[in-house]
């Protein structure tokens, strides 16, 4: 991780979960931390339970990335005060519990467009910044089980999912076309998707507490493997399961 000392790595979903646990680990391995969440709030927590020398390391911005205005208001705020994203990842994402057929458009809207079209958005801006700067990022797409398949839910429980899977298997697309596009624009920009399996965060829907279950800190010392694997290693998927997963 030596290489990304004293860079900018910006975390969507910053404020919970895996978001919160990889923008901790970050800021404790040296690099400058660029939280992006909805909840403020909880990131200034975070920032004041961090030790008096790490907390200036982190930095709390208000970003719905379903919002094009809005990410683009973060992104240039990163750019003006920071100089630029190193490192993203796209964690920041939503369910809302129902079915498909009979939850309102809105709430499935929603979800299209913070776990897909907030990552293209996300993704863009920072690509955008590490080239002009000739920077060799890393891009980390925060995937799911259900982006290769439908999971039944536990016991006699009503599918809940609708959306979510529908958005994680066009992540699971983004990952491969985000390869060769950088590929083909000559950078040296790497992508990893990251693929936990029954993780205990918010997100989690009812019923599937019964399961066993990864800490979202599993989850972020994933993603910081990848980060420091040296500069001719490309991890592209990383799937993290809990021991004695079902599915």
């Known amino acids: 991780m030596e290489r990304w000392h004293d860079r900018v790595a910006v975390v969507t979903g910053a404020s919970s979960g895996i978001g919160a646990a990889v923008a901790r680990q970050l ?34 911005i208000h970003c719905d990335v379903g919002d094009l205005d809005s990410v683009t208001a973060a992104f240039d705020w990163i750019e003006e005060q920071l100089g630029g994203c190193d490192i993203l990842v796209n964690n920041a994402g939503c369910l809302n519990p129902g079915q498909l057929l009979t ?11 913070v776990n897909l079209m907030g990552v293209v958005i996300c993704t863009r801006r920072a690509f955008r910044s590490m080239q002009q700067r000739e920077v060799d990022g890393h891009v980390v797409l925060i995937n799911s089980l259900t982006g290769r ?23 699971t697309a983004l990952l491969e076309v985000l390869r060769q596009e950088l590929r083909g624009f000559k950078t040296k920009i790497k992508v990893t998707s990251i693929t936990p399996g029954v993780t205990d965060t918010e997100i989690l829907p009812a019923g599937y507490g019964i ?33 004695g997963e079902p599915f």
């Open 103 to 113: 939850l309102e458009l809105e709430q499935l809207q929603q979800v299209l467009n």
């Open 211 to 243: 399961l066993p279950m990864l800490k979202p800190d599993d989850i972020a010392a994933g993603i910081m493997y990848v980060l420091g694997t040296p500069a001719h290693v490309q991890v592209h998927e990383l799937t993290i399961k809990p021991l």
């Open 149 to 171: 398949n439908i999971i039944n839910p536990p016991g006699d429980e009503l599918q809940v999912l609708n959306m979510y899977p529908l958005t994680k298997h066009g992540v």
């Open 27 to 60: 800021v404790s391995a040296g690099v400058i931390v660029v939280g992006l969440a909805r909840r403020v709030d909880r990131m200034e927590v975070m920032k004041e339970q961090l030790p008096p020398e790490l907390q200036g390391r982190l930095h709390a």
